[in-house]
């Protein structure tokens, strides 16, 4: 039905008068007597019973009229969120991610949020996701991504996705083109691994204590950025997930294996927000978009 219809059969129904109706309304009386009588006809039903002192509302009208109030009020309420996010001019997200998604997802999230709130200035920083936790239940941190381990009550997931582990090596390597591998398969193989550099531990260390030991690990580095460099010049291979090297994987200049190895074909990695406070609509939008892109990844295989 359309827009005028529920305004004017509103506004009808409060004044039990489409003379009154219309004079509220600024509209003739005819105009608003047409649009009720052709709903009518459409619905092959009265909604008003017509009477010398007025109009009365019949049983469907009364029907009706509860679904257009609903309606009204439901517009109501989107035309003021629509209106406080044209109104949200200016602000500050403090954006807090594991260092894999500067590379697989951040560049195109960062480019779609930017074209609906160019004004909105931003704090980006990497973190490993234990103290990215920790910083998004404080409230400093106002939207992390994170693999997600240990979760702290504080702490909302609002999406996440599987992003499982496998070996991530060159196209001439010699397990390039297995279908999986095992530990025992790649323990013989020089190892590139990315630290956290306040520990010197990985994220194998951290999820599989017995897998790290029978590794030999050749390059550490705390930036994945080198970490990359040196498996693509072959020097290694790493153990991550694909979202670090999608462009690379994409482009034939890297392969991804999975990796049959309990702890570690489980992962899952979430957008996070603080449970202790809102999410206001420039915050749900930046999770919105990094949602679309995540749950867009082929991460499996």
């Known amino acids: 039905m359309h827009s005028n219809f529920l305004k ?12 009154k109706a219309s004079t509220v309304l600024n509209v003739s009386s005819t105009s608003v007597n047409r649009k009720i009588l052709s709903v009518e006809k459409q619905l092959g039903a ?13 049983t469907i009208g009364a029907i009706l009229l509860e679904h257009c109030r609903k309606t009204l009020h439901d517009f109501d309420r989107t035309r003021i969120l629509m209106d406080d996010l044209r109104d949200l001019r200016t602000g500050h997200i403090n954006l807090s991610t ?6 697989g997802i951040l ?20 973190a490993q996701p234990d103290e990215l936790m920790k910083s998004v239940a404080s409230g400093e ?37 297995r279908t999986n591998v095992t530990i025992d398969d790649i323990a013989g193989y020089r190892l ?24 030999s690990t050749h390059i550490f580095s705390n930036a994945l950025f080198i970490a990359k460099q040196m498996i693509l010049d072959g020097r290694g291979i790493g153990i991550y997930t694909k979202i670090g090297f999608m462009d690379e994987i994409a482009r034939g200049e ?9 702890g570690l074909n489980d992962i899952r990695i979430g957008t996070l927000v603080s449970a202790s406070s809102g999410i ?13 892109l995540i749950g867009g990844m082929r991460l499996d295989t």
Do not use: W
């Open 8 to 19: 004017y059969f509103d506004e009808v129904a409060r004044q039990g008068s489409i003379r």
């Open 280 to 292: 206001d609509p420039v915050k749900r939008h930046l999770c919105d978009v990094l949602g679309r």
């Open 107 to 126: 560049p195109a999230a960062l480019h779609q949020f930017g074209q609906s709130f160019p004004d909105i200035s931003m704090s980006i920083t990497t």
């Open 254 to 262: 890297l392969k991804f294996v999975p990796l049959m190895q309990e």
């Open 192 to 215: 590139v691994r990315t630290i956290d550099a306040r520990g010197r531990n990985s994220i194998i260390d951290q999820l599989v204590s017995s897998v790290a030991s029978a590794l």
């Open 141 to 177: 941190t106002d939207v992390g991504i994170s693999f997600l381990f240990e979760m702290h009550p504080d702490v909302r997931v609002v999406t996440e996705k599987f992003a499982p582990f496998g070996i991530i090596v060159r196209p001439d390597h010699p397990l390039a083109e």
């Open 46 to 58: 009265a909604l008003f019973e017509r009477t010398p002192e007025g109009v009365e509302l019949t």
């Open 98 to 103: 594991i260092d894999s998604a500067i590379f």
